[in-house]
Structure formats: C-alpha cells, structure tokens
C-alpha cells in the first residue's frame, strides 16, 4: 500500500451503519425485509482530491486507513539506543560551549574585545547561561524528560552523561577544565536526588496502600 500524506479536510466518512427497509406485499400479506449496509473510514488523499476536481472526474483515489502494529523489542530498543546517543552528542556539545565561553573569559587581544570577554563572564558566573549549575541543570531537565518519569532508565541516562563527558574530553584533547568537573558533580547529584525522592514516593504509596 502507498504511503500518502493525509489532509484531514477530505476525510470522506467515519463509520456508518445504514439500515434500509423494503415492503414487498404477496399473497395480500405484508412482509418486510431490511438490510444492513456499514461504510468504513477512509480518508482521500489531498494529491487525488485536487487532480479530481481540476479535471472533472468523478472518481478519486482512496486512501485506507490502517491502525500501526505494535513495535516490536528490537525496534522499542532501538528506539532507545537512538534517543540516548542524540542525549549524549547533546551533552558533549553543551560542554564544548562551556569550554570556549571558560576560554573567552580568560583572554583578551585581537580575537576578543573586552566586551566579549565581559560577557563569557557573566556566562560561566554563578545564574549565568554557561555557569555548571545552569548546564547541569538544563542536562537533568532533559534526562528527566528523556525518562518520562521512569526511574528505572535512570542508569542508562548516567551511562549517556558519562560517554559524553568522555566524548568531550576526547575532543578537547585531555582533561576538562575545573568548570566541566563541576558541572559533572551536580548532575550526578541531581541524579542521586531523583533516585532518593523517586523512591520515598514509592515507600509512600506502598504504605498507604497496605
């Protein structure tokens, strides 16, 4: 079946169920018969509706709809694999801006103007956009949207944050600066907390519940 893009405007009928009554009379009796017909969804493509109407046709292509089936392990896994990878590249991507923002608010000369200088500073200080607490913070905040509020994924989330940091440590060749060691510690913090408050909840709910 072709895969097409629906317009919701065309959609031809949702389901329904006609009933027709027919009175045949024989022998001076009566007699009624009636039959049922049902009419399915379905949807016309936009594409069809408009090469109908342009040319005068009387007939358009329909479109049926088919509800998805289930995913599957493997794709539920891959699926995961993949959200995790793009979480990591994410991370490692912050971090890097966090190093060239350390960078420019330690140096000034013809690349850097005292005004920009200024500004990394604001930017790695303590509420500013660069500073650990704020990148930690925005990670948690994606770790926990990641998770839909599954605590059990938090392990995988750790493992990512991990292989992120690795990732740009590799590319910044060595060590990161202090600011990243940080920004790293209240994550893992930000972790520890969840998982301690993930489960004082489930205490709480088991207890009201025995």
Same mark, same amino acid.
Request: no cysteine; glycine share 6%; hydrophobic share 35%.
């Given at each position: %079946?072709? =895969?097409?893009?629906? @317009?919701a405007?065309?959609?031809?009928?949702?389901? !329904?169920? /006609?009933?027709?009554?027919?009175?045949v009379k024989?022998?001076?009796?009566?007699?009624?018969?009636?039959?049922?017909? =049902?009419?399915?969804?379905?949807?016309?493509?936009s594409?069809?509706?408009?090469?109908?109407?342009?040319?005068?046709? @009387?007939?358009?292509?329909?479109?049926?709809?088919?509800?998805?089936?289930?995913?599957?392990?493997?794709?539920?896994?891959?699926?995961?694999?993949?959200?995790?990878?793009?979480?990591?590249?994410? =991370?490692?991507?912050?971090?890097?801006?966090?190093?060239?923002? $350390?960078?420019?608010?330690?140096?000034?000369?013809?690349?850097?103007?005292?005004?920009?200088?200024?500004?990394?500073?604001?930017?790695?200080?303590?509420?500013?956009?660069?500073?650990?607490?704020?990148v930690?913070? @925005?990670? $948690?905040? %994606?770790?926990?949207?990641?998770?839909?509020?599954?605590?059990?994924?938090?392990?995988?989330?750790?493992?990512?944050?991990?292989?992120?940091?690795?990732?740009?440590?590799?590319?910044?060749?060595?060590?990161?600066?202090?600011?990243?060691?940080?920004?790293?510690? $209240? =994550?893992?913090?930000?972790?520890?907390?969840?998982?301690?408050?993930? @489960?004082?909840?489930?205490?709480? /709910?088991?207890? !009201?519940?025995?």
């Amino acid at each position: %079946m072709n =895969i097409m893009n629906v @317009n919701a405007s065309v959609y031809a009928s949702s389901t !329904v169920v /006609q009933k027709n009554t027919t009175t045949v009379k024989e022998n001076d009796k009566q007699t009624t018969q009636s039959s049922t017909q =049902i009419k399915q969804d379905t949807f016309v493509s936009s594409a069809s509706a408009t090469i109908a109407k342009d040319s005068g046709a @009387n007939k358009s292509e329909e479109v049926t709809y088919e509800k998805p089936n289930k995913l599957s392990a493997e794709q539920l896994k891959a699926m995961s694999d993949q959200r995790m990878a793009s979480f990591k590249n994410m =991370i490692q991507s912050m971090l890097g801006k966090q190093v060239t923002t $350390l960078n420019k608010s330690l140096f000034e000369g013809i690349t850097i103007s005292p005004a920009e200088k200024q500004a990394a500073i604001d930017a790695i200080s303590p509420g500013g956009a660069w500073s650990p607490e704020t990148v930690a913070g @925005n990670i $948690l905040n %994606m770790a926990k949207a990641l998770s839909g509020g599954d605590v059990s994924k938090l392990e995988l989330l750790k493992e990512a944050v991990i292989k992120g940091f690795a990732a740009a440590e590799e590319e910044w060749g060595g060590d990161l600066p202090g600011i990243t060691d940080e920004t790293y510690d $209240l =994550i893992m913090k930000g972790f520890d907390e969840w998982e301690a408050e993930a @489960n004082q909840t489930q205490e709480s /709910q088991e207890a !009201v519940t025995e």
